[in-house]
């Protein structure tokens, strides 16, 4: 096997953006930059980048012939290129794709989720479009009404147009075409080496031999309970593994667009989505002899009650085929594994929590050549790590260990005998959450670090892999640039260090990083305070928080940037601060913890006990005065804030909030919240405690959002007119998910903090 360490060719260069100016030694032509690149280091091609504006990154382009920076073209302009993505990575930043079909029959848009199972979200007729929003690596599936896969695609960072059209259709069958005679068939795939193949015909299951003789093997198939053409074959191709699926229920979400681009009158838009309690779609996967059709049906006494069967793959001796099974409720993750002379199965690797565990986040695994090994992700310890599982034995050795997590495996090569890796809170001097770099040996679990600065880190490989650039900043310090070494991470030079001594002089404030203990008196908790540009440490500033405590990540800002949108409204006047309080990710398994069945506690108690913390050294922090505000899983924060700690928190804004867990997608909300829906969804809904609302509230909410059912909104409205409660309801009728980032609905937020919090006193 070759390593992959080394497959990208990094230029070095230097650029100044707005007082930011990098400094050091560039490639080629050993220029001194200023406000524009100079274009002879290129030849004809221009160059695109991405920097972070608003926590978000934003591509931009540098002309090659004048040198200018320019901002892309907008995301509606760039078309994705198909890709050959069975599941989603871990999700970058938000984006919208926008699906067009320009086929002439209707296309079932499917998300592949980590584990690379279907998730439905609803029909694309012929000629139709759809908008939808996303998260940068996320994989989409297009299939025809015989659930035949057609297409799919790859969310990029900055999202763009996916079409399905005679072109991109053909793209992908080359795709698939090269991948069949790289790898040998792929689960939707027929054979292309004079074996036979399979295929779906009136939802039953039939079998095309070389001489195109057709077979039919089974006759169990209904619109119900179908068959999918979702096979794997084994790779001497005498069986093959396909899977029947009983149907979901049949949950839909109407939307009612008030003001459609194509008539006048209304429209009503209607689409499936299911929520938490609903019966989901059960697959039963079964294998079948090529030669014969006989079925080998499994006993699914291991498998009971799946939320998803996936990572279907055969034994090298294709004697066994295993599959990841994922049951309902996510408190259960098991490889099994199916012997197809005796139909037996047994289980390989057994992981259970009695809280959940984070198949979204935290779900890794890779067999190795040979089929008796794997690497294997698990929170066992208390904290995230690695292990090697013998899978014929059950035996279990970590690979990594310690009071620190591993967030991301990023390459293996078994050949070299290592992983790259990246990692967590290892550093006790250093913020939990700064990424590092290291490799880990296979055999050993020797550690090699290939980064050490105290910030967050990017590595980037030379064309051979033995050389590396490490590019690492803090929100407090700008970026460093290093060349190190790959076989052990040493320094070779520091290449460049930027200078932000322009930003400074302008007014600008230099974000400030604070930790503070927690609820319990002894977890650091960490965050970020933003102050006003011209901030005058002789005044009073009310305080702001920025909300949004998800337990699928943290979200406090680690690295550099000039921007983010929170400045904006610091700028009004305003210390604005954001927290990562208990119950959100990649801290250790019991800090995690906190979010069980307990979204509404949004870490609050270390929030309050952060910012009187941070205030208590801080004069110029009023806390007589403190807003709050936040979007989708902010937005339910945000409220809760009003509902639940209205004598700490006096003004919120809730932008298009998933204020009651009942009403939210199934996914997000069964992973932390359980299966079955019990007493305490009820419990913590902001539509049931509608009536504790104390301080001033804004809610903001886009009519056509697809991602959180916007009736979610409204049930609080109700609620809260029942119970003869002041509050502002600002209804975006055509704006999708996040209405409130809009230039109108930033607006209206910005004047409602500044009229609660500056102008009131």
């Not at 078309?79 to 002439?104: K, Q």
Request: hydrophobic share 35%.
């Amino acid at each position: 096997m070759t390593s992959r360490f080394g497959c990208t060719a990094l230029p070095i260069w230097i650029l100044s953006i707005t007082g930011v100016v990098l400094t050091g030694r560039i490639a080629a032509d050993d220029l001194v930059l200023d406000s524009q690149i100079d274009a002879r280091w290129q030849d004809t091609t221009n160059l695109e980048y991405t920097r972070s504006i608003d926590g978000t990154p934003t591509r931009f382009v540098i002309d090659a012939s004048t040198g200018r920076i320019e901002p892309h073209l907008t995301t509606r302009s760039h078309r994705l290129s198909p890709t050959r993505a069975f599941r989603s990575s871990d999700g970058g930043s938000p984006v919208e794709l926008i699906f067009e079909n320009r086929t002439h029959e209707d296309l079932d848009l499917f998300w592949l989720d980590a584990g690379g199972t279907r998730r439905p979200y609803g029909r694309i007729a012929a000629g139709g479009r759809r908008t939808q929003g996303t998260f940068a690596g996320h994989a989409w599936l297009l299939a025809n009404q015989a659930d035949q896969p057609i297409i799919r695609f790859e969310a990029e960072t900055g999202g763009g147009r996916a079409i399905v059209d005679e072109q991109s259709i053909a793209i992908h069958r080359s795709l698939a075409e090269k991948s069949r005679r790289r790898n040998g068939p792929q689960a939707e795939d027929p054979s292309d080496d004079g074996r036979a193949s399979a295929f779906v015909r009136d939802h039953d299951l039939w079998l095309r031999d070389p001489d195109e003789t057709e077979r039919r093997l089974t006759s169990d198939g209904s619109p119900a309970d179908r068959w999918t053409g979702n096979v794997q074959f084994a790779p001497d191709g005498r069986h093959f593994v396909a899977t029947r699926i009983e149907k979901p229920e049949t949950h839909l979400v109407n939307l009612l667009h008030v003001a459609p681009d194509d008539r006048v009158e209304p429209k009503l838009e209607t689409f499936q989505y299911l929520k938490p309690g609903d019966r989901i779609a059960h697959p039963h996967p079964v294998v079948f002899e090529v030669a014969t059709g006989r079925r080998i049906q499994p006993d699914e006494s291991l498998f009971p009650t799946p939320w998803s069967i996936s990572r279907i793959d055969w034994h090298p001796e294709s004697d066994r085929v295993r599959f990841l099974y994922n049951q309902r409720g996510h408190q259960s993750l098991r490889l099994i594994e199916l012997d197809v002379n005796s139909g037996e199965t047994r289980t390989l690797i057994d992981e259970s929590s009695p809280t959940f565990l984070d198949y979204a986040g935290k779900l890794f695994l890779h067999v190795m050549e040979g089929g008796d090994q794997a690497i294997w992700m698990s929170e066992r310890s208390g904290w995230n790590h690695l292990e090697r599982v013998d899978l014929r034995t059950g035996e279990r050795m970590p690979l990594t260990s310690g009071p620190w997590v591993v967030r991301a495996v990023d390459d293996i090569d078994e050949e070299a005998g290592r992983i790259r890796i990246r990692i967590m809170g290892i550093d006790p001097d250093q913020d939990p959450y700064h990424v590092h770099h290291a490799m880990v040996d296979l055999e050993t679990g020797e550690l090699v670090r290939l980064t050490a600065g105290d910030g967050m880190h990017e590595i980037e490989f030379s064309p051979d892999g033995e050389y590396y650039v490490d590019r690492w900043s803090r929100v407090d310090l700008p970026p460093v640039h290093e060349l190190r070494r790959t076989a052990d991470g040493s320094l070779i030079a520091e290449l460049a260090t930027a200078d932000h001594a322009g930003l400074l002089t302008s007014g600008w404030t230099e974000p400030e990083r604070f930790v503070a203990k927690g609820r319990d008196g002894e977890t650091d908790i960490w965050g970020v305070i933003v102050r006003p540009k011209n901030f005058d440490p002789t005044q009073s500033y009310p305080v702001v928080e920025h909300i949004y405590a998800g337990p699928h990540d943290h979200f406090v800002p680690k690295s550099f940037s000039r921007r983010w949108r929170m400045r904006d409204v610091a700028d009004l006047g305003f210390v604005v601060v954001q927290i990562d309080g208990m119950g959100t990710n990649w801290r250790s398994k019991a800090f995690h913890d906190v979010a069980w069945k307990n979204l509404g506690d949004s870490g609050f108690p270390d929030r309050i006990a952060w910012m009187q913390a941070a205030a208590a050294e801080r004069p110029w922090m009023n806390l007589d005065r403190v807003g709050i505000y936040g979007g989708s899983a902010g937005g339910q924060s945000a409220l809760r804030a009003l509902l639940a700690f209205g004598d700490f928190y006096d003004v919120a804004v809730a932008d298009c909030g998933c204020h009651d867990n009942r009403m939210d997608k199934i996914w997000w909300n069964e992973l932390w919240m359980g299966w079955p829906v019990g007493e305490h969804y009820a419990e913590q809904s902001n539509v049931t405690n509608a009536h504790r609302l104390e301080g001033d509230l804004m809610l903001v909410l886009g009519g056509m959002d697809r991602n959180v059912d916007p009736a979610s909104t409204l049930q609080v409205v109700d609620a809260l007119v029942k119970a003869d409660k002041d509050f502002e309801f600002v209804l975006m009728p055509s704006a999708g998910h996040g209405a409130a980032e809009s230039a109108y609905g930033n607006r209206r937020r910005m004047d409602f903090l500044k009229r609660k919090l500056l102008d009131a006193h």
